[in-house]
């Protein structure tokens, strides 16, 4: 069970990298990719955590919002 649980979470969590644009971005290159992931949580660690994280949750949920108004818009 908590294996199936664990694979569910990987597999969304490669849906926000999708969603994010990054697989597109950087031609699905992985290397480009967790360079990119690490370089984040590096400037996150290095500026004031709190702000920044704060900031991320505000456009993470803006985005979502706007996905979902958009399909519920749809036929």
């Known amino acids: 069970?908590?294996?199936?649980?664990?694979?569910?979470?990987l597999i969304e969590l490669g849906g926000l990298v999708q969603k994010?644009?990054?697989v597109?971005?950087?031609?699905?290159?992985?290397?480009t990719i967790y360079g990119a992931l690490?370089?984040?949580v590096g400037r996150a660690r290095s500026d004031d955590a709190?702000?920044?994280?704060?900031?991320?949750k505000r456009r993470g949920r803006r985005?979502?919002?706007?996905?979902?108004?958009?399909e519920e818009r749809l036929p």
């Open 24 to 31: 597109e971005l950087t031609d699905d290159d992985r290397a």
């Open 50 to 56: 709190g702000d920044t994280l704060a900031r991320w």
């Open 20 to 22: 994010a644009g990054l």
């Open 38 to 40: 690490l370089e984040l």
């Open 63 to 70: 985005a979502f919002d706007a996905e979902n108004d958009v």
């Open 1 to 9: 069970m908590q294996r199936r649980e664990r694979t569910r979470h």
